[in-house]
């Protein structure tokens, strides 16, 4: 990277793939608001970020990377954060190919660039390359944890495959300046989508209960929501790009994220699925002034049943949180009750009011 990354300035302009996504769009907020940078956006979606494209400090491109000229164009600044992915496991099975060019051909067409021009590419991979965890497995640990994903049948492992995949590719190129970042199901408001309004198939299981509420439908608990997983809000997430940004005005402490994956989640908040369903539940009561007992219940569905043929799980996702504290001196903040409390109400108001506008 040739310049020092100065919250103050101006001159500077970040590339931000998949800017109109959830993460995309708090982080987009959020460098307007702490820095002085532009922001040159890609993505196939704009409606989450409607009230910036008038924003002279931004540039926004509809398109994906499966075009070379934009690939070629976004490698021309020197930081780029890829957050473009297909990363519902309600598609891992039908689309499994499209999964693959989506997070690995296409990431990989950029990191080339990226390393011909010497950017400094933050690439969002996920807590999910930790593949098919056993619900006794211990914190997850960047660079010593083992990996098993599931057999090739089990088609839920394409995208933990092709994730993998660029992980080891960014880390195989010589020439690349990267970091990438591993995050532990974050959730907040404008996570995923509510089927049939912004979005078709199963979304994640925060925005999936959320619409089961909202709609008087019972939660489903996949296999019994034996699994756990640690929710971590988007805003930490945030957070914690800062803590990477704020190490690129600093050329000396650039080693300590250079070719570096780290875990981004809140081992505080680790919680089974079917802990989450009462948690949710509660708090919807709790938002709509009405008893827990008038809340829709839950209902145990069979995996393949629910998401089709191939479908498998991770049982435990636990983070270790220790390098990114070491390293960065980030560490998560916000409790689960707070993080479901935002993303409720959120739901809740958006869905009520929202007309929905693509690019
Ligand atoms: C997904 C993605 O595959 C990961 O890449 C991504 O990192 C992760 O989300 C994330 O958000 O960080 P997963 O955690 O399995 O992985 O995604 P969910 O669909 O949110 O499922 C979480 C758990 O809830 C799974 O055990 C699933 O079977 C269960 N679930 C999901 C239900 O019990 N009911 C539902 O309606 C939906």
């Known amino acids: ?18 800017c109109g996504g959830f993460i995309g769009s708090h982080l987009l907020r959020a460098i307007f608001e702490r820095t002085c940078w532009r922001v040159f956006g890609v993505d196939l979606d704009s409606y989450r970020i409607q009230e910036h494209l008038a924003n002279p400090r931004f540039e926004f491109l509809c398109a994906d990377l499966a075009d070379p000229t934009v690939v070629e164009r976004i490698a021309q600044f020197p930081v780029v954060v890829n957050l473009a992915a297909i990363c519902t496991p309600g598609r891992y099975m039908a689309e499994a190919a499209e999964v693959i060019r989506s997070n690995y051909d296409h990431p990989r067409a950029l990191a080339d660039a990226c390393a011909r021009s010497g950017s400094w590419l933050i690439h969002f991979s996920t807590s999910e390359i930790y593949g098919k965890t056993a619900a006794d497995s211990g914190a997850l640990l960047e660079d010593e944890s083992e990996i098993v ?7 839920r492992w394409s995208y933990a495959t092709a994730k993998l995949l660029t992980e080891r590719y960014l880390a195989g190129l010589a020439d690349l300046n990267w970091t990438v970042v591993r995050p532990f199901n974050f959730v907040g408001p404008f996570m995923d989508f509510m089927p049939g309004v912004d979005g078709e198939g199963i979304p994640r299981v925060l925005a999936n209960f959320s619409t089961a509420l909202v709609r008087g439908e019972t939660l489903k608990l996949v296999n019994g929501g034996a699994a756990k997983r640690c929710f971590t809000s988007v805003h930490d997430a945030v957070d914690f790009m800062f803590c990477v940004f704020a190490v690129g005005r600093d050329p000396e402490r650039l080693e300590s994220v250079l070719s570096q994956a780290f875990n981004v989640g809140n081992a505080a908040n680790e919680v089974p699925v079917a802990e989450l369903a009462q948690l949710m539940r ?18 145990i ?32 903040k916000i409790p689960l009750k707070e993080a479901l409390e935002e993303s409720l109400r959120w739901f809740i108001n958006h869905y009520s009011t929202h007309e929905t506008d693509v690019c």
């Open 1 to 18: 990277m040739n310049a020092t990354l100065e919250f103050e300035d101006s001159s500077i302009t970040v590339a931000l793939v998949g």
């Open 282 to 299: 509660s708090v919807y009561a709790s938002l709509k002034g009405i008893p827990e007992s008038a809340v829709p219940g839950v209902e």
């Open 149 to 155: 994903l599931g057999p090739v049948s089990a088609s």
């Open 301 to 332: 569905v069979s995996g393949e049943e629910y998401y089709g043929k191939g479908y498998d799980d991770s049982l435990r996702r636990l983070p270790s949180v220790e390098k990114a504290e070491r390293l960065l001196g980030f560490k998560a």
